[in-house]
T-cell receptor
């Protein structure tokens, strides 16, 4: 079945460091890909998305490119801030009778000042 | 616009008791989802509604969980009787239309259930 695999955390970085969180997926057809973020005490919110191969999603300095050849959607940010500390979830939306979201297990990021 | 509303935020019950969660999605959103998020794991879909019809409940433990969506708007999720392993955050989400795979899902803040 369809699935999402993302790197385990926690990831601990110093402020202004470069961030990469790996995400790979398995899906039949052509899924849409998403990154959601969950800040402490809050619900999940969409960070960015890409709907077809080679699309790049970007928001708040974060970027991810839909790579069909490697079935990946890695999240990157050039310079992280303390306020980026959160749990990041990679997800896909795939058609199986209807469109369904499937989430990865989440990666906790902690940024130190 | 108003977001997805859920209540209560927290609930503590004893095993074998029953509990119900309520969700009010964003106005106009046809699709409503209930997810279970166990600590340290990603959200797992329990049930998905399109308007007031169920389109996927394959992972809903139907012997103890039930859900309904009245008039295609509000929804309730019930657990009866609860087990210790039901301790989790229950998330409600909504999106415009599940016929559009790129549609963003908007999440509520969730209900944290502790079964003791």
């Amino acid at each position: 079945g369809d699935s999402v695999t993302q790197m385990e955390g926690p990831v601990t970085l110093s402020e202004e460091a470069f961030l990469t969180i790996n995400c790979t997926y398995t899906a039949t057809g052509y899924p849409s890909l998403f990154w959601y973020v969950q800040y402490p005490g809050e619900g999940l919110q969409l960070l960015l998305k890409a709907t077809k191969a080679d699309d790049k999603g970007s928001n708040k300095g974060f970027e991810a490119t839909y790579r069909k050849e490697t079935t990946s959607f890695h999240l990157e940010k050039g310079s992280v801030q303390v306020s980026d500390s959160a749990v990041y979830f990679c997800a896909l939306s795939a058609f199986s009778g209807t469109y369904k979201y499937i989430f990865g297990t989440g990666t906790r990021l902690k940024v130190l000042a | 616009e108003a977001g997805v509303a859920q209540s209560p935020r927290y609930k503590i019950i004893e095993k074998r008791q029953s509990v119900a969660f309520w969700c009010n999605p964003i106005s106009g959103h046809a699709t409503l989802y209930w997810y279970q998020q166990i600590l340290g794991q990603g959200p797992k879909l329990l049930i998905q509604f399109q308007n007031n019809g169920v389109v996927d409940d394959s992972q809903l433990p139907k012997d103890r969980f039930s859900a309904e969506r009245l008039k295609g708007v509000d929804s309730t999720l019930k657990i009866q009787p609860a087990k210790l392993e039901d301790s989790a955050v229950y998330l409600c989400a909504s999106s415009l239309d599940s016929g559009r795979g790129w549609a963003e899902a908007f999440f509520g803040q969730g209900t944290r259930l502790t079964v003791v």
